[in-house]
Structure formats: C-alpha cells, structure tokens
C-alpha cells in the first residue's frame, strides 16, 4: 500500500534580515492511511513549519527550496492554486492549537459549518448541509447540538471550541488531518474527552492523523509511529513502542530521560544540559553535538544521515549501534 | 513538628467585571451582569517545614489565587495565612519576604532594563541584608546555587534562554532567603529537558536549605514526581489532599481518579482515552451541593444538594465525597 503522505527530504527556509533560519531542513517522513503520527521535540524544533508546508500555509519570508511533499501520489508544489483550495479543508484539514484559528468570532457556528460545507460541495441543500453541520457536532460530543450551533464561539468553553474546530476539520471527511497542539491548551479532563473523540473518529473514517505536540506521553497514548524532531531535522522516527520503549538516538534517550514518571518517583530526573543551538546559526555536524554526551569528531564534521536500523526504524546519529541502546 | 506555615479558611471573592463582548451585546439588548467568582472557597492545610505540597486542579479551579494570597500578595477575603514564628524568626525578615513566588513566564518577570547582578541584589540591598559593596559576591554565589556561570552576571535577561532566565528568577527569589517558595506554573513555559533542569534543582535547593514549598501546576507527571503531598482542588474548594504515596496508590475523590485516569503517561504506551464527561462548569455559576456532581458518575441526590466536607481517610488523607459517609458503619 502507499503511503497517503510522503514527505521527502523538505526544506522550508526563512530569509530573514538576520540571516537565513532553516527551520525545517531535510525532513523525511510518510503516513499511510488510517495511521496516527506523532511529531514530537521541543519549541522551536521545525514541527508547525512542517505541518505548515504540506497545507501549503508558509508565508514569507519562509518558502520551501527543497524536498517533495506527495499527497496521494500528487506533488503538492506541481498543483494550481484551485487544486490546492480544493485539497485544504477537503482531503486535508488542519486544527490547531488555538481554535479561533479555525472559528470566526463573529459568525455562528452553524453559519460557519454550513459555509464549509458548501465550499466543497455547492450543489447541496442548506438543509442538508445543516444536517451534517448537526451531526458533525453530535460525533464530537457536543450534547444538544441543535441549540448549541445557533451559538457564537465565544460562548462555548476553551474545550468546546477545540471540539467544534475539530467537527469542522471532519465535515469534509478528508484523508488526512494534520492535529497541530490540538490539546495543549487544554485540562486534563478535557484533553481525555477530545483525544478520545479523534481516535474514535479517526477509526471509524479511517483517516491518518498527524500530530504535532511537545508531549511525549500524549503521543505514546495514541500514535502508531512517532517522529522526533530536533532543530529542523527528524532525528529519530519508527514504530511507537519500540521507539518508546528502546530509544537509540541519544536525544530521544535524553527526552524520554526528562519527562517524569511514576517508575522513577525521588530520582533526580535525566537532564539534557545545555540548549538548542540558534538555527541560524547551526554548528556543522550533528546539530546536537554541544548536548551529546556520546560525541565523537565525527559529529563534528559530518551531518548524520537517517540510518536503517531495522524494524521500520530510523536514527541519524553517526554512532549509533556503537554502543548496546540501555 | 507544628507546621511553618498554616492557611485557615481562606477565602477570596472577585466580582467579574464585564469583558468587551458582554458590553456589546448589552448594547444590543443582551443583559449581563457583573458576576462574584468564589475563586477560593474556605480553604484550610497546613505546610511542614521542608516540604513540597503540590497544588493541581483544572483551569480557574483557584490555585494561582490561593498561591499569591499565601504568598501575601493578594488579600484574602476572609481566613489567614499564618507562619509559624519559631521557625521563621531565624532569618530575621519582614514578613512579606519570607514568602517568594516564582511565576510561570520567565521572559515578563524580569525587568529588562536591569543587569543580572541588580536584579539579584536588589532587594537584599533595599532590605539590608547585604552590604553594597558584597553585591558582587553575593550575586555570583546566587548565581552559583541556580547553576548558572557567575560571568554573567553583567549581562541583560534577554540574552537568556527560557530555562536560564526561569533560573535567574529563582536566583532573585533565593537572594532574600525565604521560607517557602510559591512557583506558579514556574516550568510550564520551559521544553521538556530544560524542565527536568528546574525540577532537579528546586529538589536540590529543597535539600540543601530546607526550603518548603508550594508548588502549583496543571502537570500531574510532574506534580507526582516532585510533592510530598498533593492538594487537588475544584472550582475553589480543596477536594482531596494526601500524601503522595496514598494519592498514587488510594486516591479517594471521583474527581482526583478521573485526573488521574486522563494523565497521558509515556510508560502506558497505546491505549483508549476513556474520559470523564461533561465541562468544567463556570466559575461564575457553580453547582448547587458537589461542585462535580454534574459530572461525576457516582452522584446521588444528596450530592445535588449538600456540599461534602474533607473527612479524614488515613493519616493526613483527606477527602471531599459523600461516598465516603456511605462507607462508615
Ligand atoms: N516567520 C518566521 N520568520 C523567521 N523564522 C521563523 C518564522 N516562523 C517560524 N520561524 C522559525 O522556524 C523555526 C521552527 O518553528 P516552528 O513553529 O515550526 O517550531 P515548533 O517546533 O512548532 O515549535 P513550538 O513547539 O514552539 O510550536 C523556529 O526556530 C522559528 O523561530
Ligand atoms: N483579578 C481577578 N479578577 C476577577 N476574577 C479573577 C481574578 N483572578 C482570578 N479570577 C477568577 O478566579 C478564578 C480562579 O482563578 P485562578 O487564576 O486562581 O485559577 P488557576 O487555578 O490558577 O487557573 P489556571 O490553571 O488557568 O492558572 C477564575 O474563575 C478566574 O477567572
Ligand atoms: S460527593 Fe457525590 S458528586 Fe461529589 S464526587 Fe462524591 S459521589 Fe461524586
Ligand atoms: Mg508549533
Ligand atoms: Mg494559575
């Protein structure tokens, strides 16, 4: 089977008055149908731009000077602008961290639902249209949704504009979603009930998921793979377990080191020391090298490229397999 | 050992002005009025010397308002804040010192027209804790004990990174030598690997001063990790509070075990998220009796009407449920 995406070696590039900000440099990943992918790594590490370029969303000064992005089969960057149009909202739709990048204040939901809708399939009755806006919002968990579409966003809660952006990123019934912090900002409780809505929704209708957070353990909950990103490269991606369980890139290691957990409660947590270098100004080599505690000169002079180690894993890290992964 | 520090009753009302929206539609023939939230609703613990009790609960559940009235910044409505004079006396301070809040946003928190080295000093110099001419000195030492170089000192906090302007702050809160360390949110801003830096070394200054601690976070994982003792709060009331080995092993309220349930853990791996239902109900017009019984799936009729007390469980757990009396003989 195809991958649904296939991002192949992008790179999306800043050209700012400072120099030139590479934040996503040489990023490789695919999704296939039906499949959840975390992106995963810290503030900054290129995860939005990624999502950002496969929507085609990059403004300037960024742009894309490099890689393929395929979307079922088709190159994204060869598309008209009406293909494109018609791709966003309708075979991918994107939620993001912030709902109101999604809702209108000013317009009702349902006026909003039922624009949507229409944009991609202007033969359908307001009625019906209406209908499956209803529905929509039933699916996401939204208890009399009748009423509650006459509503502007401001009257519903943080969690109920994140389910009503997610019920419109799904009115379409698109192939992909790309999922951008869709719970970050979001309590516990009610980041439960929405990722609980998308893995349920995602089965039913059988489509991928891509999503983008800095929470490890949200992604180890739901993803089937993970990617880990760090300054603008996917450093480490593979299957969720193994990936979790047995990390070979010595970031990943540190990563999953620093997130507390009941296992290791009274031990100091593992720190990474140091920070991420500035992106405009990358040392040559291994972007981590300043952070590593498995440096060596190749690091220094050479970029790693992703490496094949089996299991439907890859790890760019010159060194590893020198040493047994703990 | 009496507890240094001792909140009783505490309470604290706002009257919520009308935002922008509101006064629209009031425009428009809508009628909303100003509301009162009861931010924190009597609330009552005690604090050990050398402790860390970890605060959680959801947004606007009342932490960051009960960690700045403890922390003597915001006044109370009712109730007080009392610290125990025996134990603090020792560091001879004003009051209002003895208690330093580190806040979640180190980038707004520091002034950025000040050098590191007054920001530090500042207030131990106002308070003549130290002499000027020990400024730099002591600054460095501060500098030293949040493991930042003392070469530093000179410059200006935009040329930080977030996880070491968080440590200059804590740094500035070190240099009065409190008591009791309120951080709100204080790593919540910060990436994962810088957060367990700050984690390890508030456990570390904890340690070595035998600071106590309140600590404030939406983080489970990280509240787990880090308290002694947890205090779970809903809508302004506490609804639990116990140690950390019994809130792990036997948390007691629905609504603690609903957290607990819905808190993404790396070693779990895949799995079904099985939520609780129903929203966080406005602050402004909260419900009659439990304030969770509206989502609880154990509530009853007398949960509707009557508010539970915290009855003791075990030793120092406490819990806020009338399942709890259903229970007993
Ligand atoms: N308009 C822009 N001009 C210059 N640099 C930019 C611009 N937008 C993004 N960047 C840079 O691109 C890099 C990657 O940004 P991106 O938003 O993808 O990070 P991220 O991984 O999503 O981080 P976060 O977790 O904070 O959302 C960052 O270093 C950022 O500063
Ligand atoms: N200055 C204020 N004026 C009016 N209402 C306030 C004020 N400060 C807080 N509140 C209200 O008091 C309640 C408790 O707020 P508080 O900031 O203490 O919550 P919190 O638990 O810290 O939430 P968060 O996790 O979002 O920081 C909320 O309903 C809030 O809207
Ligand atoms: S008092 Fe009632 S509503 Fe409240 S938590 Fe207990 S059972 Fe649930
Ligand atoms: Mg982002
Ligand atoms: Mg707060």
């Given at each position: 089977m195809?991958?649904?995406?296939?991002?192949?070696?992008?790179?999306?590039?800043?050209f700012?008055?400072?120099?030139v900000v590479?934040?996503v440099?040489?990023?490789?990943?695919?999704i296939?149908?039906?499949?959840?992918?975390?992106?995963?790594?810290?503030?900054?590490?290129?995860?939005?731009?990624?999502?950002?370029?496969?929507?085609?969303?990059?403004d300037?000064?960024g742009?894309i000077?490099?890689?393929?992005?395929?979307?079922q089969g088709?190159?994204?960057?060869?598309?008209?602008?009406?293909?494109?149009?018609?791709?966003?909202?309708?075979r991918i739709?994107?939620?993001?961290?912030?709902?109101?990048m999604?809702?209108?204040?000013?317009?009702?939901?349902?006026?909003q639902?039922?624009?949507?809708?229409?944009a991609h399939?202007?033969?359908?009755?307001?009625?019906e249209?209406?209908?499956r806006a209803?529905?929509?919002?039933?699916?996401?968990?939204?208890?009399?949704?009748?009423?509650?579409?006459?509503?502007y966003?401001?009257?519903?809660?943080?969690?109920?504009?994140?389910?009503?952006?997610?019920?419109i990123?799904m009115?379409?019934?698109?192939?992909?979603?790309?999922?951008?912090?869709?719970?970050?900002?979001?309590?516990?409780?009610?980041?439960?009930?929405?990722?609980?809505?998308?893995?349920?929704?995602?089965?039913v209708?059988?489509?991928a998921?891509l999503?983008?957070?800095h929470?490890?353990?949200?992604?180890?909950?739901?993803a089937d793979?993970?990617?880990?990103?760090?300054a603008?490269?996917?450093?480490?991606q593979?299957?969720?377990?193994?990936t979790?369980?047995?990390?070979?890139?010595?970031?990943?290691?540190?990563?999953?080191?620093?997130?507390?957990?009941q296992?290791?409660r009274?031990?100091?947590?593992?720190?990474i020391?140091?920070?991420?270098?500035?992106?405009?100004?990358?040392?040559?080599?291994?972007?981590?090298?300043?952070?590593?505690?498995?440096?060596?000169?190749?690091?220094l002079?050479?970029?790693?490229e992703?490496?094949?180690?089996?299991?439907?894993?890859?790890?760019?890290?010159?060194?590893?397999?020198?040493?047994?992964?703990? | 050992?009496?507890p240094?520090l001792?909140?009783?009753?505490?309470?604290?009302?706002?009257?919520?002005?009308l935002?922008?929206?509101?006064?629209l539609?009031?425009?428009?023939?809508?009628?909303?009025?100003?509301?009162v939230?009861?931010a924190?609703?009597?609330?009552?613990?005690?604090?050990?010397r050398?402790?860390?009790?970890?605060?959680?609960?959801?947004s606007?559940?009342?932490?960051?308002?009960?960690?700045r009235m403890v922390?003597?910044?915001?006044?109370p409505?009712?109730?007080?804040?009392?610290?125990?004079?025996?134990?603090?006396?020792?560091?001879?301070?004003?009051?209002?010192?003895?208690?330093?809040?580190?806040?979640?946003?180190?980038?707004?928190?520091?002034?950025?027209?000040?050098?590191?080295?007054d920001?530090?000093?500042?207030?131990?110099?106002?308070?003549?804790?130290?002499?000027?001419k020990?400024?730099n000195?002591?600054a460095?030492?501060?500098?030293?004990?949040?493991?930042?170089?003392?070469?530093?000192?000179?410059?200006?906090?935009?040329?930080?990174?977030?996880?070491?302007?968080q440590?200059?702050?804590?740094?500035?809160?070190?240099a009065?030598?409190?008591?009791?360390?309120?951080?709100?949110?204080?790593?919540a801003?910060?990436?994962?690997?810088?957060?367990?830096?700050?984690?390890?070394?508030?456990v570390?200054?904890?340690?070595?001063?035998?600071?106590?601690?309140?600590?404030?976070?939406?983080?489970?994982?990280?509240?787990?990790?880090i308290?002694?003792?947890?205090?779970?709060?809903?809508?302004g009331?506490?609804?639990?509070t116990?140690?950390?080995?019994?809130?792990?092993q036997?948390?007691?309220?629905?609504?603690t075990?609903?957290?607990?349930?819905?808190v993404?853990?790396?070693?779990?791996?895949k799995?079904?998220y099985?939520?609780?239902?129903g929203?966080i109900?406005?602050?402004?017009?909260?419900p009659?009796?439990c304030?969770?019984?509206?989502?609880?799936?154990?509530?009853?009729?007398r949960?509707?009407?009557?508010?539970?007390?915290?009855?003791?469980?075990?030793?120092?757990?406490?819990?806020?449920?009338?399942?709890?009396?259903?229970?007993?003989?």
């Open positions: 195809k991958p649904i995406l296939q991002i192949e070696n992008l790179q999306t590039h800043f700012t008055k400072a120099g590479k934040a440099d040489g990023v490789s990943f695919d296939n149908a039906g499949e959840v992918v975390g992106l995963v790594g810290e503030s900054g590490s290129g995860k939005s731009i990624t999502g950002f370029s496969v929507m085609g969303l990059v300037a000064p742009k000077v490099g890689g393929r992005i395929m979307f088709e190159d994204i960057a060869a598309m008209s602008p009406q293909q494109l149009q018609s791709l966003r909202g309708n739709s994107m939620i993001f961290q912030d709902p109101m999604t809702l209108n204040p000013v317009l009702r939901v349902e006026t639902m039922v624009e949507a809708i229409k399939d202007s033969m359908i009755s307001k009625s249209a209406r209908a209803r529905d929509a919002l039933g699916l996401v968990g939204i208890s009399a949704p009748e009423e509650r579409m006459r509503a966003p401001h009257q519903f809660s943080g969690g109920m504009r994140q389910r009503v952006s997610i019920a990123a009115l379409n019934r698109p192939d992909l979603i790309i999922a951008d912090e869709p719970t970050t900002a979001l309590d516990v409780t009610i980041q439960g009930q929405v990722i609980h809505e998308m893995q349920r929704l995602c089965e209708t059988k489509t998921l999503w983008i957070t929470d490890l353990a949200v992604v180890a909950g739901i793979r993970i990617c880990v990103m760090y603008g490269r996917v450093v480490e593979g299957p969720i377990a193994s979790i369980s047995q990390p070979l890139h010595p970031y990943t290691r540190g990563l999953m080191g620093s997130v507390p957990s296992n290791r009274g031990q100091p947590l593992q720190q020391d140091g920070m991420v270098p500035s992106l405009l100004n990358l040392p040559s080599g291994c972007a981590f090298q300043n952070r590593c505690a498995m440096v060596s000169d190749k690091c002079s050479e970029i790693p992703p490496i094949d180690v089996g299991e439907q894993r890859l790890v760019r890290c010159v060194n590893v397999g020198q040493e047994p992964a703990s | 050992m009496k240094i001792t909140v009783s009753n505490l309470s604290k009302d706002f009257t919520k002005p935002d922008l929206i509101a006064k539609l009031n425009k428009v023939g809508q009628d909303n009025k100003e509301e939230v009861h924190v609703d009597d609330v009552s613990f005690a604090v050990q050398g402790e860390i009790v970890g605060i959680v609960g959801e606007g559940c009342g932490k960051s308002t009960l960690g922390a003597g910044i915001l006044s409505t009712s109730g007080s804040v009392e610290f125990d004079a025996e134990q603090t006396k020792a560091s001879d301070l004003p009051q209002a010192l003895q208690t330093q809040m580190i806040f979640q946003d180190p980038f707004s928190s520091l002034n950025p027209r000040k050098r590191v080295i920001i530090i000093t500042e207030a131990p110099i106002f308070h003549g804790l130290i002499a000027r020990q400024k000195e002591f460095a030492e501060m500098l030293q004990r949040v493991g930042l170089d003392s070469d530093t000192l000179q410059r200006y906090p935009h040329q930080f990174s977030g996880g070491q302007r440590r200059i702050g804590i740094a500035r809160a070190l009065v030598s409190p008591e009791l360390l309120v951080c709100d949110e204080s790593i801003a910060l990436d994962v690997s810088i957060q367990a830096q700050i984690i390890n070394l508030f570390r200054l904890r340690d070595e001063f035998t600071l106590t601690y309140l600590f404030i976070s939406h983080d489970i994982g990280v509240i787990e990790h308290s002694d003792r947890v205090i779970v709060m809903y809508l009331r506490i609804v639990e116990a140690p950390i080995s019994s809130f792990l036997t948390p007691n309220h629905p609504y075990k609903a957290l607990l349930a819905g993404p853990r790396l070693e779990v791996g799995r079904e099985e939520p609780v239902s929203e109900p406005s602050p402004l017009d909260p009659t009796g304030h969770f019984h509206p989502r609880c799936p154990f509530a009853s009729e949960c509707q009407r009557e508010a539970p007390l915290l009855r003791e469980l075990s030793a120092g757990h406490f819990s806020a449920c009338h399942l709890n009396d259903e229970a007993q003989p």
